[in-house]
């Protein structure tokens, strides 16, 4: 398994990690998004995840993007809008 070099594919394995988290802790992520405590209850998985991710990426990509944040707030966040929440 190589160090992955195509922007695209870098920006697919956060979106795949990121997916991941929300899916194995579905309970972490109702509970955080209703307390306003999301990345709180899921500092650790998220941790885990970006250094996953980061181990699997060319430094350069690392360096010059936001992949793993964007995929944090596109496929974390947004589908939590039927959740009610004092953020929203």
């Known amino acids: 398994m190589g160090v992955v070099r195509d922007p695209d594919v870098a920006r697919r394995i956060a979106r795949a990690v990121v997916s991941d988290i929300a899916l194995y802790n579905n309970k ?17 998985e998220i941790e885990e995840g970006r ?9 350069e990509i690392a360096r010059t993007t936001n992949y793993f ?12 809008g039927r ?6």
């Open 28 to 44: 972490k992520v109702e509970e955080g998004v209703q307390n306003d405590t999301l990345f709180d209850v899921l500092k650790d």
């Open 69 to 80: 944040n964007h995929a944090l707030v596109d496929v974390l966040l947004k589908p939590t």
């Open 83 to 88: 959740i009610p929440s004092k953020v929203w």
């Open 51 to 59: 250094n996953y991710y980061l181990s699997r990426i060319d430094p």
